[in-house]
């Protein structure tokens, strides 16, 4: 038995069900998680892949702050003006798009200026078609004046959405103020987006700081709005990553940093629901570079590369508008068992563990040639008796070749009645088990690896342990041999 190297080688829709009021205010993360993970056990989540270039219908929800701090000033005026402002300009831009609905949500805007009201939220305008000019009347009669209550708000526009598969659910939060209800709105957030309901939100601060942004930064993607300028720009950015799809590639590394692998299957999930997203084979272009992909920027994904065994990159944040370069290491070289001379081996096959790890990475069948990651591998190989191969070294680009002897044939013959037999290996003064014989059968072919062995056995019908015999024979590759029991 030697070995050697060798040789040169190369989404999801989703439908949402409610059925079940929520009547608490005070969210802790723990209890949120447990309560969105019983809600939506049920739903119908990504009941198929949702791809990038499809142009799917996309859900916007506007949830604006409408509390009393909004009347803060932003410029020459106040908050809650300019934010009425760039909606309704908004408005006007989103009427003409295509596959694109909107609907409204406000919280702190109908209880008075004093009362700590935590359930003051309320979908003003819902989702369907043609509503833009409602929405546009309803901001212009808003009137700041309670308090902030984004947790609960954004627990109840989960049911804002309407039970559709295949549209992408997204919240934009204008806000200017953190959770002043005792709310968690990144428990809630994470439930909803665990949970297939929404999209990661989009959150646009109004005259916030680095604390404030540091508190908005687990809700979703988070954008400061200091000026009016700003809060234009920023709108502008957020509706166009919403709505718009970016490209990306994704270089397979080889142990030189080199994007050379390619050829292997990419699954994309979503890392929040864990819902597949994309699939793709990586190809590299008659340029020599890494294909062009075209990814949904609203995601954060994880990436599994189904090599052997298979490379997982998690967080994976595409950047809207820039082409985003993934580089993973992934460097593979191949492995081929060959065996000698010719052989009566129907189908030999073998199992491919990582080096001192039980579990099954690959069953490989002999003379195919198969990719793995650069590193070391322990092999089992199922010839009888089987052959165990310790820390066999995968190089890159290289095919590392197991080669094992040709075997030989045995032919055992039972004369008369059936016996109870078993096959040993002689391994020196031990006796390592190879196999047992089927009792009923009278006559056994079998393809072993070359060695000294001995039969052990007894006929059916003796009832004495002294009736036991044992027959020492050798197996020569190419050869038959040729045992008799009686």
């Known amino acids: 038995m030697k070995s050697d190297s060798k040789g040169k ?188 309901v929404i999209l990661r939100p989009f959150i646009i601060g109004l005259g916030g700081t680095e604390d404030f942004r540091k508190a908005f930064e687990c809700v979703g993607r988070y954008y400061d709005a200091n000026t009016e300028e700003a809060f234009d720009n920023v709108l502008n950015v957020v509706i166009s990553q919403a709505l718009n799809n970016t490209t990306a590639q994704v270089n397979l590394l080889d ?14 999930y979503d890392m929040h629901s864990g ?57 593979q070289g191949m492995l081929q068992l060959k065996v000698v001379g010719q052989t009566n081996y129907a189908q030999l096959q073998f199992i491919v563990r990582q080096q001192n790890n039980a579990k099954t990475l690959e069953v490989q069948d002999a003379n195919v040639i198969e990719k793995y990651l650069v590193g070391k591998y322990d092999l089992e190989i199922l010839s009888l008796p089987r052959i165990h191969q310790k820390a066999v070294e995968i190089k890159q680009s290289y095919t590392t070749t197991i080669e094992i002897p040709q075997p030989g044939k045995l032919i055992v013959t039972a004369i008369m009645q059936p016996y109870y037999a078993d096959i040993y290996q002689m391994n020196r003064n031990e006796l390592v088990w190879v196999c047992k014989l089927p009792v009923e059968s009278r006559s056994h072919n079998l393809i072993m690896q070359p060695g000294t062995y001995k039969i052990i056995y007894r006929a059916k019908s003796a009832y004495h342990s002294n009736n036991t015999f044992e027959r020492e024979f050798k197996i020569i590759s190419g050869s038959a041999t040729n045992l008799t029991l009686n």
């Open 9 to 196: 080688y190369y989404l999801k829709n989703r439908s949402h069900i409610f059925s079940c009021p929520l009547s608490f205010i005070s969210i802790k993360k723990k209890s949120i998680q447990f309560f969105f993970t019983i809600l939506f056990a049920t739903a119908f989540l990504f009941s198929s892949p949702v791809h990038a270039q499809q142009k799917v219908k996309t859900r916007l929800l506007f949830l604006l702050d409408a509390s009393g701090s909004m009347y803060a000033q932003m410029d020459k005026e106040n908050r809650i003006t300019v934010a009425k402002r760039m909606l309704t300009k908004l408005m006007d831009s989103l009427a003409v798009a295509k596959n694109v609905e909107v609907a409204l949500r406000v919280y702190g805007h109908t209880s008075p200026p004093g009362k700590r009201d935590c359930k003051d939220t309320r979908l003003e305008v819902p989702f369907k078609p043609n509503n833009h000019d409602e929405i546009k009347k309803r901001i212009a009669t808003l009137t700041p004046k309670g308090t902030t209550l984004i947790a609960y708000s954004l627990q109840q526009s989960a049911y804002d959405f309407p039970k559709e598969p295949g549209v992408r659910n997204v919240i934009v939060l204008i806000t200017d103020g953190i959770e002043e209800c005792d709310g968690d709105p990144c428990a809630v957030s994470e439930a909803l987006q665990s949970s297939g």
């Open 255 to 268: 142990v030189f940093s080199k994007p050379t692998e390619t050829n292997v299957n990419m699954s994309f």
């Open 275 to 331: 819902q597949l997203i994309n699939n793709y084979v990586h190809t590299i272009n008659e340029k020599g570079n890494p294909d062009t992909l075209i990814l949904d920027p609203i995601f954060k994904y994880k990436m599994v590369v189904h090599t052997l065994p298979p490379v997982i990159k998690e967080n994976i944040e595409i950047t809207p508008g820039k082409h985003t370069i993934i580089g993973v290491d992934a460097p």
